[in-house]
């Protein structure tokens, strides 16, 4: 977490640690955190800040709008999720089962394990009211072709709610050139704190009807958002978006002071630096004997990706090997981080799932060469 995050929540509570909407000057120093995080968002998705929304995760939110959207449908209406997806963005759907709506679910592709698109057309129906999917997959990085879903979606009146919690630290996004209904992230995924947020097109976030408490706001931009909000962590949402514009400031100089053009330029670079580095893990995954990987491996394809990877080194658990690096202060996840469909579907959820290993922009070509000679190790010791 960048320095200026940890000093915004610091700074939240020294000066300004109030609830909202009160009549001095804590408060309306709170007022003003909340509005420069949904406008700093907005920067962010490239929409409108009063169509943002807040709350402690995006699990949370997505339960919460799926509940909110359930209202409106009817026995024997269709929702499509994916093989490939967080059950965050899974289950919020699946909950709608008990009042009758039907669940279909798109396959992958094993060899690759990318989307099959062929099955998602097929699974979109004239009942279809919703598609979710995910930008990238959290567990192979897999980048979905999410313009060519929400199409799909639209084409059969349907909705689209995209999940961009792991694609968000990794590439620029633009709910409106995308044209999605719906899009999720977690600030905390690109160096913030522990908040969900959620952008929703604005006729949307009027039309359906949020569960809540009587007294409080029905009107936009709160009109999704329950109790009292994390006002620390929207101060250091604020500041992470920040420090990513200023990536992008310092990395072009003929980058404007505008911070949605910063903060393009800044995952122009950010890209590049992440996809050098997982083009070099890649090969050297590769070529280490008994590494068997999942997901896409052609550098002629990496555009189709972003730099996280999941392996299983020969008969060893992912606990096993994720241990062995941890204990060489290389930190990856074991398991099956929520994508349990997956796992499930490559028969490796019995065994452990599968060992990630993921990168950000801060990694270097040095910790990438010391992760492969620590795996070459592991290997050989199997």
Same mark, same amino acid.
């Given at each position: 977490?960048?320095?200026?995050?940890?000093?915004? %929540?610091?700074?939240?509570?020294?000066?300004?640690?109030?609830?909202?909407?009160?009549?001095?000057?804590?408060?309306?120093?709170?007022?003003?955190?909340?509005?420069?995080?949904?406008?700093?968002?907005?920067?962010?998705?490239?929409?409108?800040?009063?169509?943002?929304?807040?709350?402690?995760?995006?699990?949370?939110?997505? %339960?919460?709008?799926?509940?909110? /959207?359930?209202?409106?449908?009817?026995?024997?209406?269709?929702? @499509?999720?994916?093989? +490939?997806?967080?059950?965050?963005?899974?289950?919020?759907?699946?909950? +709608?089962?008990?009042?009758?709506?039907?669940?279909?679910? @798109?396959?992958?592709?094993?060899?690759? *394990?990318?989307?099959?698109?062929?099955?998602?057309? !097929?699974?979109?129906?004239? !009942?279809?009211?919703?598609?979710?999917?995910?930008?990238?997959?959290?567990?192979?990085?897999?980048?979905?072709?999410?313009?060519? /879903?929400?199409?799909?979606?639209?084409?059969?009146?349907?909705?689209?709610?995209?999940?961009?919690?792991?694609?968000?630290?990794?590439?620029?996004?633009?709910?409106?050139?995308?044209? *999605?209904? %719906?899009?999720?992230?977690?600030?905390?995924?690109?160096?913030?704190?522990?908040?969900? *947020?959620?952008?929703?097109?604005?006729?949307?976030?009027?039309?359906?009807?949020? =569960?809540?408490?009587?007294?409080?706001?029905?009107?936009?931009?709160?009109?999704?958002?329950?109790?009292?909000?994390?006002?620390?962590?929207?101060?250091? @949402?604020?500041?992470?978006?920040?420090?990513?514009?200023?990536?992008?400031?310092?990395?072009?100089?003929?980058?404007?002071?505008?911070?949605?053009?910063?903060?393009?330029?800044?995952?122009?670079?950010?890209?590049?630096?992440?996809?050098?580095?997982?083009?070099?893990?890649?090969?050297?995954?590769?070529?280490?004997?008994?590494?068997?990987?999942?997901? /896409?491996?052609?550098?002629?394809? %990496?555009?189709?990706?972003?730099?996280?990877?999941?392996?299983?080194?020969?008969?060893?658990?992912?606990?096993? *090997?994720?241990?062995?690096?941890?204990?060489?202060?290389?930190?990856?996840?074991?398991?099956?981080?929520?994508?349990?469909?997956?796992?499930?579907?490559?028969?490796?959820?019995?065994?452990?799932?599968?060992?990630?290993?993921?990168?950000?922009? =801060?990694?270097?070509?040095?910790?990438?060469? !010391? +992760?492969?000679?620590?795996?070459?190790?592991?290997?050989?010791?199997?």
């Amino acid at each position: 977490m960048p320095q200026r995050v940890i000093d915004a %929540f610091r700074e939240y509570f020294e000066t300004s640690n109030a609830n909202n909407v009160g009549q001095f000057l804590t408060s309306r120093r709170t007022d003003e955190t909340i509005a420069a995080a949904r406008t700093a968002m907005a920067d962010l998705f490239n929409c409108a800040p009063d169509e943002v929304f807040f709350g402690p995760n995006m699990t949370t939110l997505t %339960f919460a709008l799926a509940r909110g /959207i359930g209202r409106d449908l009817k026995p024997g209406d269709e929702i @499509v999720v994916t093989t +490939l997806d967080h059950d965050g963005n899974v289950a919020p759907w699946r909950a +709608l089962e008990d009042i009758g709506i039907v669940i279909r679910q @798109v396959d992958i592709r094993e060899a690759d *394990c990318t989307l099959d698109m062929d099955d998602l057309r !097929r699974k979109i129906t004239p !009942r279809t009211k919703l598609v979710a999917a995910g930008y990238a997959s959290n567990a192979v990085g897999a980048i979905n072709p999410v313009a060519e /879903i929400v199409r799909a979606a639209h084409g059969a009146g349907a909705l689209a709610f995209i999940d961009a919690v792991h694609y968000t630290p990794h590439g620029s996004i633009d709910v409106r050139a995308l044209d *999605c209904d %719906f899009l999720a992230c977690s600030p905390y995924k690109f160096f913030g704190p522990h908040v969900g *947020c959620i952008y929703g097109k604005r006729d949307l976030l009027l039309r359906f009807r949020p =569960y809540k408490v009587r007294p409080a706001p029905a009107y936009l931009p709160d009109r999704w958002e329950t109790g009292t909000q994390i006002h620390e962590g929207l101060a250091g @949402v604020t500041a992470a978006i920040d420090y990513l514009a200023d990536l992008g400031r310092h990395s072009d100089s003929a980058a404007p002071a505008d911070r949605r053009a910063a903060l393009v330029s800044a995952y122009r670079t950010i890209r590049h630096h992440e996809m050098a580095l997982a083009k070099r893990m890649i090969a050297g995954l590769l070529e280490i004997p008994g590494v068997r990987f999942y997901g /896409i491996s052609d550098p002629a394809r %990496f555009d189709e990706r972003c730099p996280t990877v999941s392996v299983r080194v020969k008969d060893l658990t992912p606990l096993v *090997c994720a241990k062995f690096l941890g204990d060489r202060g290389i930190f990856t996840w074991d398991g099956n981080y929520y994508a349990l469909n997956l796992t499930e579907r490559l028969g490796v959820e019995k065994t452990g799932g599968l060992l990630r290993i993921g990168l950000v922009h =801060y990694n270097t070509a040095e910790e990438v060469d !010391r +992760l492969l000679a620590a795996m070459r190790e592991l290997a050989s010791s199997a």
